[in-house]
C-alpha cells in the first residue's frame, strides 16, 4: 500500500502559482461538492483535500509533477455523474476538474472529426454539428449534464450501442498528461492506425487511472435522416426479455438499441417526471429504436420490429415518429437511475453484462434472488447488449445497519449468477471504487497482475487515481 502525503499549507502556495488562485479550491463547502459522484455518498464519498480547476495542458502537468515530487493523489474528474466511484478522491489529495478545459478547438468537416477539451459536455457536440448534417454517436445516458473526458475514462455506453458501438469507437486521437507529467500526443484525424500498441484504447475505459486527457479528437457520423422508435409492452419480464434474441438474430435488421424497462423502473421514471405512459396494466417494455438515411426503409424496418414483437407476445406496441414522441419516451427511459435514487438513496445500481442470449435466464434467476433475499431488484437498461442496471432497492423493514450488512451477501449472489453465464462486473459503468473487491471473482490472479504491471509502468508512484480498480 502506497502511503501518501498531507497538502500542506506551503504546497497550495505553490500550486496557486502553476492555476492562480482562482483555480485553487480549498473552502470546505465547495470541496463537497468534489467528494462524490452518482455513488450514494454516505457509503462511498471522500473528501478531497483541494480541487484544481487547470485551463491548459502544461498546467495540468506541472501539477502533476509536483504530485510525484511529493506523494500526493491526483483524482480526476469530469461532470460527476459517475456511477462507480471513479471521480471520488478515496486516498483525498488532490481532485483535478476538467471544467475549465471546456473549449471546442475544431470542428472539421472533410475528416468529420471534432477536437474538444474534456470538460465539454457530450450533448453540445450533437447541437454544434447538427447543421452539418453530423452528429456523435455515442449516447449515454446522462447525455446532458456528463462530459466527453468522462465518457473517455470510462468508455461510455448508452442506448445507441447495439447499432454504433460505444464511446471507444469515436476517439480517433488523445492528448494525454501522463501520471509522470509527460505530454503526448497519441493517435490524430486517422481512421486507421496500426502503428505500435494501441495505447488510446488503452487509455479509453481506463477509469482515469492511467492518466489526464486534454484533448480527443473524435469521430463523428452522417446524422440519420429517420428515425423510430416502438414501445413495446409485455405481460411480465421475461416474455419481454425473451424477444430481445430474436429482434436481433430474426429481423434481419440491426436496431440502434433495444432497451428494456420492468413496469417498477417505468412506473418509478413515470412518477418522478409526471408523465405517462401506460405501464398499469404491463409488465414490462422493450423501447426499440431503428434509423437510417432513407425514411422508407426506416419505416419498413420497424414494421419488421413490430412483428417480431407481437410474435413474441407484445400487448401493445406504440410508435414514436416524432421529435415530441421520441423524446416523451426516451426521457422515461434516462431519468430511470435518477428517479430511483430519490425513491430509496439507499440502494445500489449494478452495471452486469451477460452474453445477449443469456438475458432471459439471466432474468428468470435474478427474480428468484429478490424473492429469497426479500427485498426489490428492479432491471431496467440495454438489453440489446445484454447489458443491465438491476438495482437492488433496500427493504424498508431493514434498518441502515441491516442494508449495509446483506448488501454485499446480494451482490455476491448476483455475481455468481452472472459469471456462471459468461457475464462480468460491468458494461459501461467501470469498476471504480464501488466495483473494486469484487474484481478478482471474475479476473484471474495472472489478469489482475497484468494490470498492475500495465499500472505501475504508466505511473511509478501510483499517484494517478489511487484505489480504483485493482490495489497496486
Ligand atoms: C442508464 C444509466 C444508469 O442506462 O447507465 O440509465
Ligand atoms: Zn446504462
Redo the contacts with the bound molecule.
Keep these: 500500500m502506497t502511503s501518501y502525503r498531507p497538502v500542506t499549507p506551503a504546497i497550495l502556495a505553490e500550486l496557486e502559482t502553476i492555476v492562480g488562485r482562482a483555480g485553487v479550491i480549498t473552502d470546505r463547502e465547495r470541496l463537497e461538492a468534489y467528494s462524490h459522484d452518482e455513488t450514494p455518498r454516505e457509503q462511498y464519498g471522500h473528501m478531497p483535500e483541494v480541487v484544481l480547476a487547470p485551463a491548459s495542458a502544461e498546467q495540468v502537468a506541472a501539477i502533476i509533477r509536483l504530485a510525484n515530487r511529493e506523494r500526493i493523489p491526483v483524482t480526476p474528474r469530469g461532470a460527476g455523474s459517475g456511477l462507480s466511484g471513479g471521480a471520488i478522491p478515496v486516498h483525498g489529495g488532490m481532485v483535478l476538474s476538467s471544467e475549465k478545459l471546456n473549449r471546442v478547438l475544431e470542428i472539421d468537416g472533410a475528416n468529420m472529426t471534432i477536437t474538444v477539451e474534456p470538460g465539454v459536455i457530450t450533448n453540445d457536440i450533437n447541437g454544434l454539428v447538427a447543421e452539418r448534417g453530423l452528429f456523435f454517436a455515442g449516447y449515454?445516458?446522462s447525455v446532458e449534464t456528463c462530459c466527453v473526458g468522462g465518457n473517455i475514462a470510462e468508455n461510455a455506453?448508452?442506448?445507441k450501442a447495439v447499432k454504433y458501438g460505444v464511446t471507444g469507437r469515436y476517439i480517433l486521437g488523445l492528448e494525454l498528461v501522463t501520471p509522470t507529467g509527460e505530454i503526448v500526443m497519441l493517435g490524430g484525424k486517422l481512421v486507421k492506425n496500426v502503428s505500435g500498441y494501441n495505447l488510446i484504447q488503452l487509455i479509453v475505459g481506463s477509469e482515469g487511472t492511467l492518466g489526464f486527457v486534454t484533448k480527443a479528437i473524435i469521430k463523428l457520423s452522417a446524422r440519420p435522416k429517420g428515425r423510430i422508435a416502438l414501445l413495446a409492452l409485455f405481460s411480465d419480464p421475461q416474455s419481454a426479455i425473451d424477444v430481445v434474441p430474436r429482434i436481433l438474430g430474426e429481423g434481419g435488421v440491426l436496431p440502434t438499441g433495444i432497451e428494456f424497462m420492468d413496469r417498477l423502473s417505468v412506473e418509478t421514471s413515470c412518477r418522478y417526471l409526471n408523465e405517462h405512459l401506460p405501464w398499469e396494466n404491463c409488465g414490462a417494455m422493450l423501447l426499440i429504436e431503428v434509423d437510417g438515411s432513407q425514411p422508407a426503409q426506416v419505416e419498413e424496418d420497424a414494421f419488421t420490429i413490430g412483428r417480431l414483437c407481437q410474435a413474441g407476445r407484445a400487448q401493445e406496441v406504440y410508435v414514436a415518429d416524432n421529435a415530441t414522441t421520441l423524446e416523451r419516451v426516451w426521457s422515461v427511459r434516462r431519468c430511470i437511475?435518477e428517479a430511483f435514487k430519490v425513491y430509496s438513496p439507499a440502494q445500489s445500481l449494478e452495471?452486469i453484462v451477460v452474453p445477449i442470449a443469456a438475458i432471459p435466464e439471466y432474468v428468470r434467476r435474478l427474480a428468484a434472488i429478490a424473492d429469497r433475499h426479500e427485498l426489490l431488484i428492479p432491471s431496467y437498461?440495454?438489453a440489446g447488449d445484454g447489458?443491465l442496471?438491476s438495482t437492488l432497492v433496500k427493504n424498508p423493514a431493514w434498518s441502515d445497519a441491516d442494508w449495509l450488512a446483506r448488501e454485499p451477501v446480494i451482490l455476491r449472489e448476483i455475481y455468481g449468477l452472472v459469471k456462471d453465464l459468461g457475464g462480468t462486473l460491468s458494461?459501461?459503468?467501470g469498476i471504480g471504487s464501488k466495483r473494486k473487491d469484487y474484481m478478482s471473482l471474475f479476473a484471474a490472479p495472472a489478469e489482475l497482475e497484468l494490470y498492475r504491471a500495465i499500472k505501475r509502468a504508466f505511473d511509478p508512484n501510483n499517484i494517478m487515481n489511487p484505489g480504483k480498480i485493482v490495489d497496486v
Design positions: 449515454p445516458m455506453g448508452g442506448g437511475a452495471d437498461g440495454h447489458n442496471h458494461g459501461e459503468h
